[in-house]
């Protein structure tokens, strides 16, 4: 639901209770507006029980970025191995 709307029903539910004075002979609007008051109260409980365990700390390890290697950093080498006594 969410803090909005948790907050609108708790808006609405006081104003059904505490505001509205108008009878009907089917539906109790006070009850209606308590009703509503504590759905409010819990969806805002809810809400901030399911914000705080997205609260958690992540660690994540810092790779270090490795250094370009410039052309004058790569040597090349040839090394060529003989064997004693044997032409090429």
């Known amino acids: 639901m969410g803090i909005g709307g948790s907050i609108f029903l708790l808006a ?18 006070r009850v209606v507006g308590w009703v509503l ?4 109260v819990a969806g805002l409980v809810m809400t ?5 365990n997205r609260r ?7 790779v270090e ?3 370009p290697v410039r052309e004058e950093q790569v ?4 090394h060529e ?3 004693p006594g044997r032409p090429l």
């Open 12 to 29: 609405l539910g006081a104003i059904l209770a505490f505001a509205v004075d108008v009878e009907t002979g089917w539906l109790n609007l």
């Open 37 to 40: 008051m504590l759905a409010g």
């Open 48 to 52: 901030s029980y399911l914000w705080r």
């Open 56 to 62: 958690r700390t992540v660690v994540t390890p810092v």
């Open 65 to 67: 970025p490795r250094a």
């Open 75 to 78: 040597v090349e080498e040839y």
């Open 81 to 83: 191995v003989r064997r």
